[in-house]
């Protein structure tokens, strides 16, 4: 067998010269990941909904609720008529809730404001609960192929890996500079195709911990590699103590399997979601169950402790299990509660806890 002759001098110097985007757009045809739902029907609400689904969540989470979520709301207009409350139920489990709550409010503006029309302007777009200038940028590239740069986690993994960038991608001049190579790097031509390729170099093969430098597409422009520092690049975020906080709620249950819900305010955690009622930790349960549900016959065996790590925070629950045989009129009208039977707890939002503890064993 005849060997394959190496590539003319001349030859390397011209892959040598491809710029970025060229050699990133020849890597996606042939190993992007095409077969993504919201990238076979491209659509603006599905360009939009993926976005806002792939916030601080992989894609292999993203799949099954992008799927349910658009079988319940196919389109910007179903979206818009639901209320929220099934809205957050389809939500559910996604986590970071107030993205749900933000896309069922930027559907309402849009059916009111824009005729149901998708607005194709970066201001239009970031007019919108929930969408910044990389999601607005993402949304005008991806479906209306539109000249306009992003600037995701992945993208900023692979800027500062290209440039050398070894500081925190957070810092204020570290992201206005990674801006305007984002902006350069840019191309007139193929743009949603360019944004997808990106996105996806940096999910598939710029990744955080293995970075696969023998398969990237523009590895011999990389300085990071050329510099045996891609492990490095870029610097994480400085790390701090996690605070923590701690809470008491209880579990209220009839001889049914009903369960008391209290719909937390909208503001703050697990805003506008079902949670099991809050109570001072001062105050004995079985006092806090009867100024709740108007009664209360006996306390469960072993209060449960669950800890919640959100994003600035850790939160410590203490959980004390309270049944009752008959229950009476809820006595508090200030707070919103109210009582669900096993087979409701999946047309609702449920804050974490609930979802932990009871929405398992209604979905046997």
């Not at 042939?30 to 969540?57: C, D, F, N």
């Not at 824009?114 to 609960?129: C, T, V």
């Not at 990071?224 to 906080?245: C, D, F, N, S, Y």
């Not at 669900?340 to 929405?359: D, H, W």
Request: hydrophobic share 40%.
């Amino acid at each position: 067998m005849t060997a394959t002759p190496p590539p003319a001098s001349s030859e390397i110097e011209v892959a040598a010269s491809m710029p970025f985007s060229v050699r990133l757009l020849a890597w996606y045809r042939e190993s992007g990941r095409h077969a993504l739902p919201w990238k076979i029907h491209p659509t603006p609400y599905r360009v939009w909904l993926s976005e806002i689904m792939l916030q601080q969540t992989q894609v292999s989470t993203v799949l099954e609720y992008f799927e349910r979520f658009t079988a319940r709301f196919p389109d910007l207009q179903a979206l818009a008529a639901a209320d929220e409350d099934a809205v957050l139920a389809a939500w559910t489990g996604l986590g970071y809730y107030r993205r749900a709550r933000n896309l069922w409010k930027a559907a309402r503006q849009i059916a009111d404001e824009h005729n149901g029309d998708f607005p194709a302007s970066i201001e239009a777009l970031q007019a919108l609960p929930g969408i910044g200038k990389s999601t607005a940028g993402a949304i005008l590239a991806l479906a209306f192929d539109q000249r306009a740069p992003i600037l995701d986690g992945n993208v900023k993994r692979v800027l500062t890996r290209i440039h050398g960038i070894t500081e925190w991608p957070g810092k204020r001049d570290v992201e206005k500079q990674l801006w305007q190579l984002a902006e350069a790097h840019t191309p007139t031509f193929e743009v949603a195709s360019y944004t997808q390729a990106i996105m996806d170099l940096g999910a598939t093969l710029c990744t955080r911990r293995e970075p696969a430098c023998d398969q990237c597409p523009v590895v011999e422009l990389c300085t990071a590699h050329r510099l045996g520092i891609t492990h490095e690049t870029p610097a994480p975020a400085p790390r701090t103590k996690t605070p923590e906080r701690s809470a008491c709620m209880l579990v209220v249950e009839d001889v049914n399997g009903h369960v008391l819900l209290e719909k937390r305010p909208e503001q703050g955690v697990w805003g506008g979601l079902w949670c099991f009622p809050e109570y001072a930790e001062s105050d004995d349960p079985m006092a806090a169950a009867v100024d709740l549900a108007g009664a209360a016959d006996r306390l469960m065996p072993t209060p449960a402790r669950m800890r919640h790590q959100f994003t600035h925070y850790r939160l410590n629950l203490s959980l004390s299990h309270v049944r009752i045989s008959l229950r009476a009129p809820l006595p508090i009208r200030e707070r919103q509660l109210d009582w669900f039977a096993p087979e409701e707890l999946g047309t609702v939002g449920l804050a974490a806890p609930v979802v932990r503890l009871l929405q398992p064993a209604s979905q046997d």
